[in-house]
């Protein structure tokens, strides 16, 4: 992912629904992607997150930094507009 962040073009989805628990570390690789992607004018796209980690962003005050969709498919339909 990485890579991505670093090389690829225009934004980035990811979808957490298999995800059930996020760590300090993982909050700080998804800012650290999020101020990076910012930097080259893309942005990082969340999707699908589960009840628990939609708690702990919230908890953090770290939804704002992204756009959330309810569904992979919202999430990919933004990619056009």
Do not use: H, W
């Not at 908890?59 to 309810?70: A, I, R, S, Y």
């Amino acid at each position: 992912m990485a890579d991505d962040v670093q090389n690829g073009e225009g934004d980035i989805i990811i979808n957490l629904e298999l995800i059930s628990y996020i760590s300090s570390s993982g909050i700080r690789i998804f800012v650290g992607m999020v101020r990076e992607l910012d930097k080259q004018g893309r942005k990082l796209k969340l999707c699908c997150i589960t009840p628990p980690v939609k708690k702990v962003f919230d908890v953090v005050e770290l939804l704002d930094l992204f756009e959330v969709f309810e569904t992979e498919q919202e999430a990919i339909n933004s990619l056009s507009k």
